[in-house]
């Protein structure tokens, strides 16, 4: 371990500023406002790439040097804190003892590089987290959010597995909604439409998914170039959104790479 870190005072208050404001990025209002989101646990952190921007770092003494090895030179301040306080901020019931403040990704909207998704109402994060995971597993880089969950929520973060760093994630509304399905080859997932895997899609295609309760709003549904639907049987007449959205991004990464 470094001196300056075996001489670091640990941060054993709930009540420090550092200690608090990490605790408040679990509200999005005030992500928003201090542009920050948080990043907790051993895989998730190490994971953060080089191009993020970690504003700073907690870490319990025994994940010192571990802090001290991954972000020494990266400009992110390190602070040693007590296993109570970190379990006073974590998400989880076993904190890992590593967790960092990243700073909000600023982006403007733009049509998709290449494959995509658009997700109408998902509000479930562990849904979205599990969607954005797949996103990146598959190649769809654009993730496109109407009337969604907040993808920089802990627990989206946290089921994304480190997929919110690999994809382009970006808030619209109905009317952006509509525009976007109408000015890609837009798949929409709905139980009235063709079998998807008799349907050809080559990419780069954008697939449009709505939640379990109310599936694609009727104005995106209208808008999208095809509408497809995953085959079912035993009477079941829907599955859950991660699961349909990620067979049908894998149905196109399929037929990508067999091309």
Do not use: W
């Not at 306080?85 to 909207?109: H, I």
Request: with cysteine; hydrophobic share 45%; net charge negative.
């Amino acid at each position: 371990m470094r001196l300056f870190l075996q001489i670091m005072d640990v941060i054993t208050s709930t009540q420090n500023r550092t200690i608090k404001l990490f605790r408040s990025l679990s509200e999005k209002k005030f992500r928003k406002g201090e542009g920050l989101f948080a990043v907790e646990g051993g895989n998730l952190v190490r994971d953060i790439p080089p191009s993020a921007d970690v504003r700073f770092v907690l870490a319990t003494p025994a994940r010192a040097e571990e802090a001290e090895a991954r972000f020494s030179g990266t400009g992110a301040q390190v602070y040693l804190v007590s296993d109570e306080v970190m379990k006073s901020v974590s998400d989880t019931v076993t904190p890992y003892g590593l967790a960092a403040a990243v700073a909000l990704p600023e982006r403007e909207f733009s049509l998709p590089e290449g494959n995509a998704v658009l997700l109408d109402g998902v509000s479930d994060p562990g849904n979205l987290g599990t969607v954005i995971r797949t996103a990146a597993a598959t190649g769809f880089g654009d993730v496109y959010l109407l009337g969604c969950a907040d993808a920089y929520a802990p627990k989206t973060v946290r089921a994304s597995m480190g997929g919110i760093f690999r994809v382009r994630v970006f808030d619209v509304d109905e009317d952006g909604a509509v525009r976007l399905a109408s000015a890609t080859r837009s798949a929409a997932l709905d139980m009235a439409g063709e079998d998807i895997f008799s349907a050809h899609l080559s990419a780069p295609v954008l697939i449009v998914a709505g939640s379990e309760a109310h599936g694609v709003r009727e104005s995106v549904l209208r808008a999208s170039r095809e509408v497809l639907a995953l085959p079912m049987t035993g009477g079941m007449e829907s599955l859950n959104v991660a699961v349909a959205a990620g067979v049908a991004m894998y149905n196109v990464f399929s037929q990508s790479n067999n091309r």
